[in-house]
């Protein structure tokens, strides 16, 4: 079993840059995959990023350029660094750990708004 805290969301302008953090309550050197999703209303929930235990990284190409997935696996943390961030990427973003195919954690989530 796994817990998961996500910060650092927040209100910014567009072409703005935010880091999100994604604390995990053990070593997060042997998930399978650790990764960020997000959902924005109305909408489904969507990959954003991912990264392997072998440091493989896979990310959408809607932010591909602009977001980068990275870990401390010292600090047990997952990060999200985001730029130029647009009022489309306005979504609540989860952090999310797959310790198998069948078995999956999901953090609380943190509130990104992209506003003039």
């Known amino acids: 079993q796994v817990q998961l805290v996500e910060s650092g969301g927040g209100l910014v302008q567009p072409g703005g840059s935010l880091r999100l953090s994604c604390a995990a309550s053990?070593?997060?050197?042997?998930?399978?995959?650790m990764g960020w999703y997000r959902q924005a209303p109305g909408k489904e929930r969507e990959l954003v990023a991912t990264?392997?235990?072998?440091?493989?990284?896979n990310s959408a190409d809607s932010v591909k350029g602009r977001f980068t997935i990275s870990r401390d696996i010292a600090k047990n943390t997952v990060y999200l660094q985001m730029n130029n961030l647009k009022p489309e990427d306005k979504a609540v973003y989860y952090c999310?750990?797959?310790?198998?195919?069948?078995?999956?954690?999901w953090g609380q989530g943190t509130q990104v708004t992209v506003s003039s």
């Open positions: 990264i392997t235990t072998g440091g493989v990284k």
């Open positions: 999310n750990a797959q310790l198998t195919d069948s078995v999956t954690y």
């Open positions: 053990r070593s997060i050197f042997s998930i399978k995959i």
